[in-house]
T-cell receptor
Framework: KAGVTQTPRYLIKTRGQQVTLSCSPI?????VSWYQQTPGQGLQFLFE???????NKGNFPGRFSGRQFSNSRSEMNVSTLELGDSALYLC?????????????FGPGTRLTVL | SQELEQSPQSLIVQEGKNLTINCTSS?????LYWYKQKYGEGLIFLMM?????EEKSHEKITAKLDEKKQQSSLHITASQPSHAGIYLC???????????FGPGTRLSVLP
């Protein structure tokens, strides 16, 4: 089976811009979770989508949003970028929802905001 | 909310040495996961523990969950440079919370 893929791998944006990140889960997995990883805050949960519905949301401002398509692919959008949004964004797919069970992670998208 | 602490924060060992990384939860664990991350890359699943006293091994890595299900340890025997990376523990959500990760332990193995 192909693993979780994320595109793009690297992104450089300036403050105020918006960005869209993409995640394709493992075939058959219906849950996609997004995480933000920074040196200061570590790995923090953003949100989870299961069968096109947002199931859980972490403690992030409304500038962070996402969606999931019928083929389980997911996109994450960040609007009005701030310097503090610079991070590694990881998505993970799993067969079940709710974070229980093994999650398979993609390689991540490194976002740099200048 | 549930929080995970890991110790030590970082570890430098000589190749061939054994080492242990600990993960402590503020609440009872219902599912504890160990992941490894190469710097700047995605996480690789290592092991999952659910039952008190459970122990699992894969190659030279052994993970244990204590009887009270609030602490887990990851032990590496005869470490190799390929073991270097960041080890993170993660816990299944409880009480409507989200999946949570520990801060990670950075391991360096000197050849």
């Amino acid at each position: 089976k192909a693993g979780v893929t994320q595109t793009p791998r690297y992104l450089i944006k300036t403050r105020g811009q918006q960005v869209t990140l993409s995640c394709s889960p493992i075939s058959g997995h219906r849950s996609v979770s997004w995480y933000q990883q920074t040196p200061g805050q570590g790995l923090q949960f953003l949100f989870e989508y299961f069968s096109e519905t947002q199931r859980n949301k972490g403690n992030f401002p409304g500038r962070f949003s996402g969606r999931q398509f019928s083929n389980s692919r997911s996109e994450m959008n960040v609007s009005t970028l701030e310097l503090g949004d610079s991070a590694l964004y990881l998505c993970a797919s799993s067969f079940t929802s709710g974070g229980a069970g093994e999650q398979f992670f993609g390689p991540g998208t490194r976002l740099t905001v200048l | 909310s549930q929080e995970l602490e890991q110790s030590p924060q970082s570890l430098i060992v000589q190749e061939g040495k054994n080492l242990t990384i600990n993960c402590t939860s503020s609440k009872t664990l219902y599912g504890l996961y160990w992941y490894k991350q190469k710097y700047g890359e995605g996480l690789i699943f290592l092991m999952m523990l659910q039952k008190g006293g459970e122990e699992k091994s894969h190659e030279k890595i052994t993970a244990k969950l204590d009887e009270k299900k609030q602490q887990s340890s990851l032990h590496i025997t005869a470490s190799q440079p390929s073991h270097a990376g960041i080890y993170l523990c993660g816990a299944d959500p409880i009480d409507g919370q989200n999946f949570v990760f520990g801060p990670g332990t950075r391991l360096s193995v000197l050849p």
